[in-house]
């Protein structure tokens, strides 16, 4: 959960207000926050520095306020924008109004969109605020804001990269293009020379703030880069902004620029902006539009501030809460948590339309709306009810097989294991003798060790490395494995499926297939039932490259169904795991036998 810190006194002036810290923790409760802890900025600065708290404070020393807030209310994480809500919600303000500011079509800004872009970071969207008011309170809270939407909606500038410029150090209409980064050149901020892109890289990598951006884009062969027309550098997104058009207290215009591969968030993320700081414009709550044109043609003007409207029967927004309230009620609800609404009716049921504003980008669906209006009516105050039906929890049906097949293999005297889910690609195929034919692993994406390559699709391998790191113990070395392994499968939504498997393995200084054999026996008699038949013989010759050719079989039901399959280990698989010793191998499907 994201943690604002905001000054005290200067919450309380915006609140129009003083609390005392008992109440202000009430109010937290109330709207569904929490008052995580109360320090100074001294304090903050020690602990930064690692420095021991030598317990004093000054009268004169700043109190700050840590509040955690939703991780999805990107409207709270600034004081702005807290300090509003909370007005909101104790019924000191109405809710405000924001709008685009009328601008004829030949006047507006415009920023034209290259074709190269769509190789690297395709989406951009802007805005601007004019006749902006900093001082150095409101300047460190919109740079604090920024900070806060990389690390959480802008997923640390993977998805989304704000740009923010003194629009009068600079001249439109602005282009958005990708270059390689030899041809970039331009003096970054809070720098004095002027460096190319992929020297650039090479210097943030010392960077402790910056260094961990730089794999965004490095191996790119074309860096995205923002000009205005003069040929002057704004940005290089996700990295750092230009020198040139660096905003300062003394800044009245503020352009601001989002770079994205995600559309949907770089609109959430200019909206959460502007609509923030809007306040402090010369028109209160007003944006100026940029026209984006698309290098196919299209034109689109941002900022989108329009609401856009639910309409929801009061049943469902009341019954998933469970209290009775009438219409006019549950729309103050509502309006106390800025969401405007008006009663209707509909066929004689009682509905509200809800106008959505451009902040709450966390209302998606009916739910969201009864949330807000429990936190609006109070938590505490929903009458306490006992379920209209009792149920007692249960094990799966799988679960339950799963352990009594492990207590019969138990029995016999195999020892359980446990190991990872995931694997090594080379583990899964080239050391047991298999090919990747691509139609069965899933492939994790990014991942963060060699070890960690592929979801296991089978057993083998994992009790093969667990004998390896134990082949001092004394022999024979029986163990066993109950446990999933994944399968690609486009049949299910996540395009995979889990699939519950028994794997056992004798190790000996003779291969003990008849150890094996005698497991598989004594599992396939406990597990008989009527919609498994294994028939007398439900051994059938097979040829996997794991096993010794002639050394290997599968085992089938009556009706040919294959429930699983056992063989002595070929050498070759036991040299590459650094096994001495001949061993057996048998893995069986137990969902196939539930």
Same mark, same amino acid.
């Given at each position: 959960?994201?943690?604002?810190?905001?000054?005290?006194?200067?919450?309380?002036?915006?609140?129009?207000?003083?609390?005392?810290?008992?109440?202000?923790?009430?109010?937290?409760?109330?709207?569904?926050?929490?008052?995580?802890?109360?320090?100074?900025?001294?304090?903050?600065?020690?602990?930064?520095?690692?420095?021991?708290?030598?317990?004093?404070?000054?009268? *004169?020393?700043?109190?700050?306020?840590?509040?955690?807030?939703?991780?999805?209310?990107?409207?709270?994480?600034?004081?702005?924008?807290?300090?509003?809500?909370?007005?909101?919600?104790?019924?000191?303000?109405?809710?405000?109004?924001?709008?685009?500011?009328?601008?004829?079509?030949?006047?507006?800004?415009?920023?034209?969109?290259?074709?190269?872009?769509?190789?690297?970071?395709?989406?951009?969207?802007?805005?601007?605020?004019?006749?902006?008011?900093?001082?150095? @309170?409101?300047?460190?809270?919109?740079?604090?804001?920024?900070?806060?939407?990389?690390?959480?909606?802008?997923?640390? $500038?993977?998805?989304?990269?704000?740009?923010?410029?003194?629009?009068?150090?600079?001249?439109?209409?602005?282009?958005?293009?990708?270059?390689?980064?030899?041809?970039?050149?331009?003096?970054?901020?809070?720098?004095?020379?002027?460096?190319?892109?992929?020297?650039?890289?090479?210097?943030?990598?010392?960077?402790?703030?910056?260094?961990?951006?730089?794999?965004?884009?490095?191996?790119?062969?074309?860096?995205?880069?923002?000009?205005?027309?003069?040929?002057?550098?704004?940005?290089?997104?996700?990295?750092?902004?230009?020198?040139?058009? @660096?905003?300062?207290?003394?800044?009245?215009?503020?352009?601001?620029?989002?770079?994205?591969?995600?559309?949907?968030?770089?609109?959430?993320?200019?909206?959460?902006?502007?609509?923030?700081?809007?306040?402090?414009?010369?028109?209160?709550?007003?944006?100026?539009?940029?026209?984006?044109?698309?290098?196919?043609?299209?034109?689109?003007?941002?900022?989108?501030?329009?609401?856009?409207?639910?309409?929801?029967?009061?049943?469902?927004?009341?019954?998933?809460?469970?209290?009775?309230?009438?219409?006019?009620?549950?729309?103050?609800?509502?309006?106390?948590?800025?969401?405007? @609404?008006?009663?209707?009716?509909?066929?004689?049921?009682?509905?509200?339309?809800?106008?959505?504003?451009?902040?709450?980008?966390?209302?998606?669906?009916?739910? *969201?709306?009864?949330?807000?209006?429990?936190?609006? /009516?109070?938590?505490?105050?929903?009458?306490?009810?006992?379920?209209?039906?009792?149920?007692?929890?249960?094990?799966?049906?799988?679960?339950?097989?799963?352990?009594?097949?492990?207590?019969?293999?138990?029995?016999?005297?195999?020892?359980?294991?446990?190991?990872?889910?995931?694997?090594?690609?080379?583990?899964?195929?080239?050391?047991?003798?298999?090919?990747?034919?691509?139609?069965?692993?899933?492939?994790?994406?990014?991942?963060?060790?060699?070890?960690?390559?592929?979801? $296991?699709?089978?057993?083998?391998?994992?009790?093969?490395?667990?004998?390896?790191?134990?082949? *001092?113990?004394?022999?024979?070395?029986?163990?066993?494995?109950?446990?999933?392994?994944?399968?690609?499968?486009?049949?299910?939504? =996540?395009? @995979?499926?889990?699939?519950?498997?028994?794997?056992?393995?004798?190790?000996?200084?003779?291969?003990?297939?008849?150890?094996?054999?005698?497991?598989?026996?004594?599992?396939?008699?406990?597990?008989?039932?009527?919609? =498994?038949?294994?028939?007398?013989? /439900?051994?059938?010759?097979?040829?996997?490259?794991?096993?010794?050719?002639? $050394?290997?079989?599968?085992?089938?039901?009556?009706?040919?169904?294959?429930?699983?399959?056992?063989?002595?280990?070929?050498?070759?698989?036991?040299?590459?795991?650094?096994?001495?010793?001949?061993?057996?191998?048998?893995?069986?499907?137990?969902?196939?036998?539930?």
């Amino acid at each position: 959960m994201p943690t604002v810190s905001v000054g005290r006194d200067r919450l309380f002036a915006a609140l129009g207000r003083t609390y005392t810290q008992e109440e202000f923790e009430a109010l937290c409760f109330e709207f569904g926050i929490e008052l995580d802890d109360v320090t100074t900025e001294k304090a903050i600065i020690r602990k930064e520095k690692h420095l021991e708290d030598d317990g004093e404070v000054d009268d *004169d020393d700043e109190v700050i306020y840590k509040i955690e807030v939703a991780a999805n209310r990107y409207d709270l994480l600034c004081l702005e924008g807290l300090a509003r809500a909370l007005r909101v919600f104790t019924g000191t303000e109405a809710s405000p109004v924001f709008q685009v500011s009328s601008i004829p079509r030949g006047s507006i800004l415009q920023m034209h969109v290259k074709p190269e872009t769509s190789k690297i970071r395709p989406y951009v969207v802007c805005a601007v605020l004019r006749g902006v008011t900093f001082d150095e @309170a409101r300047y460190n809270s919109f740079i604090d804001l920024q900070d806060k939407l990389h690390q959480n909606i802008c997923r640390k $500038r993977t998805l989304v990269a704000i740009g923010t410029h003194d629009l009068d150090t600079l001249q439109g209409p602005f282009s958005y293009e990708a270059l390689p980064p030899h041809e970039i050149n331009f003096v970054p901020l809070k720098q004095e020379k002027s460096f190319r892109a992929d020297k650039l890289m090479e210097f943030y990598k010392s960077d402790m703030k910056l260094k961990k951006f730089l794999h965004i884009i490095e191996n790119s062969p074309v860096y995205p880069v923002i000009y205005d027309s003069n040929r002057t550098v704004l940005s290089l997104p996700p990295i750092i902004n230009g020198a040139h058009s @660096a905003i300062t207290l003394a800044t009245r215009n503020v352009f601001i620029e989002c770079t994205a591969t995600d559309l949907t968030k770089a609109n959430i993320v200019l909206n959460t902006m502007v609509t923030m700081f809007s306040e402090y414009c010369e028109t209160k709550f007003e944006v100026e539009p940029v026209e984006v044109v698309h290098h196919d043609g299209r034109k689109t003007v941002y900022p989108d501030l329009s609401c856009y409207k639910m309409d929801v029967s009061l049943s469902d927004i009341l019954g998933p809460i469970g209290i009775s309230q009438d219409v006019k009620q549950v729309v103050c609800l509502l309006n106390k948590m800025q969401l405007q @609404a008006e009663s209707h009716s509909l066929k004689g049921e009682p509905r509200i339309s809800v106008s959505v504003p451009p902040t709450r980008s966390d209302i998606l669906h009916a739910r *969201d709306l009864s949330e807000d209006v429990a936190i609006a /009516y109070g938590f505490n105050n929903v009458p306490k009810s006992k379920p209209k039906c009792m149920t007692i929890g249960g094990r799966q049906p799988l679960n339950r097989f799963s352990d009594k097949i492990r207590a019969e293999v138990a029995r016999a005297g195999y020892m359980e294991v446990l190991t990872f889910i995931l694997s090594s690609h080379e583990e899964n195929f080239d050391m047991l003798n298999r090919t990747d034919d691509k139609s069965k692993a899933v492939i994790i994406a990014n991942p963060r060790t060699s070890e960690f390559e592929v979801v $296991r699709t089978s057993l083998m391998s994992c009790l093969l490395k667990t004998l390896k790191h134990n082949i *001092d113990h004394p022999r024979p070395i029986k163990i066993f494995e109950v446990g999933d392994v994944v399968m690609l499968d486009s049949s299910r939504d =996540v395009g @995979a499926s889990n699939n519950r498997r028994l794997a056992a393995l004798y190790c000996n200084r003779v291969s003990g297939f008849e150890e094996i054999m005698g497991l598989v026996d004594s599992i396939v008699k406990v597990v008989r039932a009527p919609h =498994v038949n294994f028939g007398e013989n /439900y051994y059938v010759p097979t040829d996997e490259p794991e096993f010794f050719p002639k $050394r290997q079989c599968k085992i089938v039901t009556s009706d040919g169904k294959q429930v699983g399959y056992l063989g002595i280990v070929h050498a070759e698989v036991l040299r590459k795991f650094g096994i001495p010793d001949p061993c057996t191998f048998v893995e069986m499907d137990l969902e196939a036998l539930l």
